[in-house]
């Protein structure tokens, strides 16, 4: 089973920020959260990862509370491009995904 | 550089017929393997992983099976398909040991009729 929960879906409006939340309370002190994104008929795509410490790329902001079991993926612009399903995981060495949320940026 | 291929992109089965999907990694050695489904509106479900040849764990009971007969090829089988088999299959990899990025192939889409 997937050791994370997301919403299933979120609006967010083109040029704001997307906020996607992810909740992970089972984490043990190892291991990572990553989050992955899934455009249409294709694979998934990496998009960050973390430990504990709160990370960014060129691509997004990954915030993790300093519990751990919880995590928020940013997006600081969406674009109609960032429409995707997104999950969360956490890793072992088994990458199980969970349902992950459908977000819609809106024109 | 690493690379994955998987073949066939795109099968169209009858019901009862047998089913082969075969990915290959080039580019490394002795990579963790793994062998997803995702069914039309749904999440990604993890079947099969292995850590090295020969080596197969199986996440969920069902239809299909995989082997690994060399490092860096993993296969899906099934003797006799079933509807409930169609969907899309993703095979993907990561250096062992490693906690890094899992790589995706381009995904083979299965059709049962």
């Known amino acids: 089973d997937a050791k994370t929960t997301q919403p299933p879906s979120m609006d967010c409006a083109e040029g704001r920020a997307a906020n996607l939340p992810c909740n992970h309370s089972?984490?043990?002190?190892?291991?990572?959260v990553y989050w992955y994104r899934q455009i249409h008929s294709q694979g998934p795509q990496y998009i960050i990862h973390?430990?504990?410490n709160n990370e960014t790329n060129e691509m997004a902001s990954l915030i993790i509370t300093e519990d751990r079991k919880s995590s928020t993926l940013i997006l600081p612009h969406a674009t109609l491009r960032d429409t995707a399903v997104y999950y969360c995981?956490?890793?072992?060495?088994?990458?199980?995904f969970g349902t992950g949320t459908r977000l819609k940026v809106l024109a | 550089s690493q690379t994955i291929h998987q073949w066939p992109a795109t099968l169209v089965q009858p019901v009862g017929s047998p089913l082969s999907l075969e990915c290959t990694v080039e580019?490394?050695?002795?990579?963790?393997l793994y062998w997803y489904r995702q069914a039309a509106g749904r999440g990604l479900q993890l079947l099969f992983y292995?850590?090295?040849?020969?080596?197969i764990s199986s996440e969920v009971p069902q239809n299909l099976s995989a082997s690994r007969p060399q490092d860096r090829q993993f296969i899906l089988s099934s003797k006799k398909l079933l509807l409930s088999d169609s969907g899309f299959y993703l095979c993907?990899?990561?250096?062992?040991?490693?906690?890094?990025?899992?790589?995706f192939g381009e995904g083979s889409r299965l059709t049962v009729l």
């Open positions: 993907a990899w990561i250096e062992t040991g490693d906690t890094g990025e899992l790589f």
């Open positions: 089972t984490i043990s002190g190892n291991e990572y």
């Open positions: 973390g430990l504990k």
């Open positions: 995981i956490v890793i072992t060495y088994k990458y199980i």
């Open positions: 580019g490394t050695s002795n990579p963790n």
């Open positions: 292995s850590v090295g040849i020969g080596q």
